[in-house]
């Protein structure tokens, strides 16, 4: 009984009448391999996207937004494709949508606690 346990760990064949259970056997750890693989891996990317776009189809006027590249700004419009950000009084800016990293506060706007420097 020793002798068969141990071949069978040690990669050796199992004996005449039960083929189908080695192939079996051999093909396991690639099956987890797989099975860790998506659940590392592909399921929370997945999750992300699926996020990402409920954000970006949630965005209305007032939103306080971060884009890609650290512009902060408040959503003046939204259009199908992009969105028109009031970064300062008189500078108005048009980024796409996917250019849009996160959302600060949800419809505060303007009125949220904004300062202007003095000197």
Partial sequence: MNQLTFSLLMGGGAPAGSGGASSFINLLPIVALFAVIY????????????????MLDELKKGDRIITIGGIHGVIQSVRESSVILKVDENCKLEFS?????TVEAQGKGESSGETTEEK
């Fill in 39 to 54: 659940f590392l891996m592909i399921r929370p990317q997945q999750k992300k996207q699926k996020e990402t776009k409920r």
């Fill in 97 to 101: 949508r996917s250019a849009v990293a």
